[in-house]
T-cell receptor
Framework: EVHLLESGGDLVQPGGSLRLSCTAS????????MTWVRQAPGQGLEWVSA??????????TPSVEGRFTFSRDNSRNTLYLQMHSLRAADTAVYFC???FGEGLAFYDSWGQGTLVTVSA | EIVLTQSPGNVSLSPGERVTLSCRAS???????LAWYQQKSGQAPRLLMY???IRATGIPDRFSGSGSGTDFTLTISRLEPEDFAVYYC????????????FGGGTKVEIK
């Protein structure tokens, strides 16, 4: 059974930094692209970033480009989302999600999410 | 970037009723690359459909998807109590050179 577990969410001041982690199990990690999707309180889903199976291709939504860095450690089956220069608009539950395959960008498994709150 | 518009925004129905949710795209969705997700309160989304009409693993057959081009629908033939949730559509591509988009969601509430 696929299991994704996010951690690292916290309350952080505007301009601060945070690193989220997502540990995966139950599937061959290196066979799949992975993605972060976020959801602001009471709002819909927003795609944030995606990474190819070996991390050689990484994509970001424009609002986080240059501030967020998505990486993966395939030896640990773990994803990381390093977030800098955080803004109030980054406040959201951050979900990691497993792509259906190496290339197709829809998601057949999701973690339970971790809450990031950016506030003074 | 394709914009997805879901309608209605909210719908109130009783268990056993049939519901059809709409997802309209601003441009043609190539290869019917359209997915649907269900999200219950406080939970992660769950994949229901992909390729517009292919049920994901473990999804009951009361859920069906249809459509092509710019107009897609998700139908629940007989609402069960566990089906009351928010439903999102998503346009997907192969690994994206540009951001992916989700629809704004339709909330299916118990009347």
């Amino acid at each position: 059974e696929v299991h994704l577990l996010e951690s690292g969410g916290d309350l952080v001041q505007p301009g601060g930094s945070l690193r989220l982690s997502c540990t995966a199990s139950g599937f061959t990690f290196t066979d799949y692209a992975m993605t972060w999707v976020r959801q602001a309180p009471g709002q819909g889903l927003e795609w944030v970033s995606a990474i190819s199976p070996y991390g050689n291709y990484i994509y970001y939504t424009p609002s986080v480009e240059g501030r967020f860095t998505f990486s993966r450690d395939n030896s640990r089956n773990t994803l990381y989302l390093q977030m800098h220069s955080l803004r109030a608009a980054d406040t959201a539950v951050y979900f990691c999600a497993k792509n259906f395959g190496e290339g197709l960008a829809f998601y057949d498994s999701w973690g339970q999410g971790t809450l990031v709150t950016v506030s003074a | 970037e394709i914009v997805l518009t879901q309608s209605p925004g909210n719908v109130s129905l009783s268990p056993g009723e049939r519901v059809t949710l709409s997802c309209r795209a601003s441009q043609n969705v190539a290869r019917n690359y359209l997915a649907w997700y269900q999200q219950k309160s406080g939970q992660a989304p769950r994949l229901l459909m992909y390729g517009a009409s292919i049920r994901a693993t473990g999804i009951p057959d009361r859920f069906s998807g249809s459509g092509s081009g710019t107009d897609f629908t998700l139908t629940i033939s007989r609402l069960e109590p566990e089906d009351f949730a928010v439903y999102y559509c998503q346009h997907y591509v192969h690994m994206p050179p540009s951001p992916l988009t989700f629809g704004g969601g339709t909330k299916v509430e118990i009347k």
